[in-house]
């Protein structure tokens, strides 16, 4: 049992966390390769914080931009925006180029705070920022000059002499915008409250039965939803310590769980699988983990669970609507993502007109809850996107799921053309227009493929100019510089043309269909690693 009280009377970071402190300072909270950190630590650091932010002109409804890695400074950050009110823009480190421009501009932020590792891709784009006037660098000696912006050094922001004191925001208030990929265009900025936050992190508290005994564990990245919300703020509601490991490493993680005694842990079902192909130990078994939550489960769930002697839990959500289906540990099958958490969400399977599909047929999964303000609003700066997406009072998620009679969830397949791989959603658009800016490229079609590590890989079919040739390993080349390393394609297929619709639209279902072929060129065949 979770030993505290309705979470509906915890729903923003400064509440809880203060709740945390004044129950255990001194615990860890944070534990990084560096040190460990207590609760106590960071509420008062992220205070400090919190007065230089509004010492430098941040106040509550302003977007704030935070591209940094896996460290301490980025909770610091996401600590003292909570309580100051203003909103959080998480930035994909691997952005670059246009995507991190659109990004950049799109979020109406005028303050960043970045790791100087990123500073220079910054900069590259900055002829093209048009709300961007202030730059906290961490790391380096923050001297770095730019005509685009202001360059400060990050401990600037420490040096208020008025750390914050305030109450909070509201739940209802905006927490963070969270870029998610786009299905045919850019990426959208879903918008998060303190409550969506909350609903999200308490969630996984229920899916993994958190306490506060626990050693929290999990390889996910802070730019994303699960690095923040499932895993520090999950551990934060349930007085639990979260363990940090920057990277996942299918050779370090049963090291680092061992080392740090973990009992619980995310893993995407591309980890799981990682994990479970690793040639078997005879020391499997002996290993302090007890729970772990898999998103999605992969097909030898049951074998996992027998090999590592764990427990299992999946579910089914995204950025926009959390995780409306719990499976609980008595798994059905390996295969279903749950049942509906029917207290707080519904959930309808519908076709193309939105009309409800009977239990056993497939359809686009439309949701909506029955609490208020725990799913997304809308998107930022982009109504037109907002009203499309939730017509007729439901989210269309974009994913086609099947119910069965007893209520069993299963995912289906993908409606929209973003491709997911490794955790990552990946717009085809993006990609798309990156390759078509190549000098001999006339267009070209990004689709999914099946990863043999669950999930999906990128491929790129491209027509060239008349009279021009185009080598696979060139266009890599010329991408790689361009994008982050997830999005750069596995497979390139050279094609005469493209099949469209009578229209002129590009038909991307014949290419999905035929997939991967002997003429299939593949970058990890041919050699070709990737600089993350």
């Known amino acids: 049992m979770i030993a505290f009280s309705d979470p509906r009377h915890e729903q923003d970071l400064a509440t809880v966390l203060a ?53 301490i400074d980025y909770i610091l950050a996401w ?55 202030k730059v906290y ?13 202001a360059v400060h050094p990050y401990q600037e922001l420490f040096a208020s002499e008025t750390p914050w004191t305030g109450s909070g925001p509201r739940y209802r208030d905006l927490m963070a915008v969270m870029y998610t990929s786009g299905t045919t265009g850019h990426s959208k900025g879903a918008t998060v409250t303190h409550a969506h936050a909350y609903e999200y992190a308490y969630g996984v508290v229920e899916m993994l039965e958190l306490k506060q005994d626990d050693v929290y564990y999990a390889a996910l990245p802070l730019f994303h939803l699960a690095g923040q919300f499932a895993l520090v703020y999950c551990a934060c509601i349930a007085g639990a310590t979260a363990v940090l490991p920057g990277t996942f490493s299918a050779q370090g993680f049963w090291r680092d769980v061992r080392q740090h005694r973990a009992t619980a842990t995310f893993l995407l079902g591309a980890m799981a699988n990682f994990l479970y192909r ?3 130990l005879n020391d499997d078994r002996d290993n302090p983990l007890e729970r772990v939550l898999m998103v999605p489960l992969i097909p030898e769930t049951e074998a996992f669970k027998t090999r590592f002697d764990c427990l299992v839990s999946t579910t089914w959500g995204g950025t926009e609507m959390n995780c409306p289906m719990r499976s609980g540990f ?38 909506r809850t029955k609490e208020p303000w725990i799913m997304s609003n809308g998107y930022w700066n982009h109504p037109d996107w907002t009203v499309e997406a939730w017509r007729n009072q439901w989210f269309h998620t974009g994913d086609m799921l099947m119910c069965d009679e007893a209520g069993n969830y299963y995912f289906v397949d993908r409606s929209k053309d973003a491709i997911r791989r490794r955790g990552e959603n990946i717009s ?105």
């Open 19 to 71: 709740k945390r402190v004044a129950r255990h300072p001194d615990k860890p909270w944070v534990v990084t390769d560096e040190a460990a950190h207590s609760y106590r630590e960071i509420d008062e650091r992220s205070s400090q914080m919190a007065g230089g932010f509004a010492a430098a002109g941040v106040t509550a409804g302003d977007t704030v931009l935070i591209m940094l890695p896996d460290v």
């Open 79 to 133: 600590c003292a925006l909570s309580k100051l009110g203003a909103i959080e823009v998480p930035v994909n480190v691997h952005y670059r180029g246009t995507i991190l421009s659109y990004v950049l501009n799109d979020s109406k932020a005028a303050v960043l705070v970045v790791h100087e590792d990123y500073l220079e891709r910054i900069e590259a784009v900055g002829g093209d920022l048009t709300h961007l006037k």
């Open 137 to 149: 660098v961490l790391g380096g000696d923050g001297g770095s000059a730019s005509e685009h912006f």
């Open 278 to 280: 690793q040639a078997p």
């Open 330 to 367: 008595d798994l059905v099958d390996s295969k279903s993502c749950g049942r509906l958490a029917d207290d707080r969400y519904e959930v309808r399977i519908v076709d193309a007109d939105d009309r409800e599909m009977p239990p056993g047929e497939p359809g686009e999964a439309l949701v």
């Open 428 to 532: 085809s658009m993006e990609v798309e227009n990156e390759i078509n800016a190549h000098p001999d490229v006339l267009e070209s079609a990004v689709v999914p493929v099946v990863s043999q590590h669950t999930e999906q890989e990128v491929m790129a079919v491209v027509v060239t100019k008349p009279g021009q040739e185009l080598d696979p390993a060139d266009l890599i080349g010329f991408l790689e510089p361009r994008m982050a390393y997830f999005m750069v394609p596995r497979y390139v297929e050279i094609a005469a043309a493209l099949p469209k619709t009578p229209t002129g639209k590009i038909q991307k279902f014949p290419l999905r269909e035929k997939g991967v072929t002997a003429d299939t060129w593949d970058r990890v065949a041919a050699g070709i690693k990737l600089s993350r």
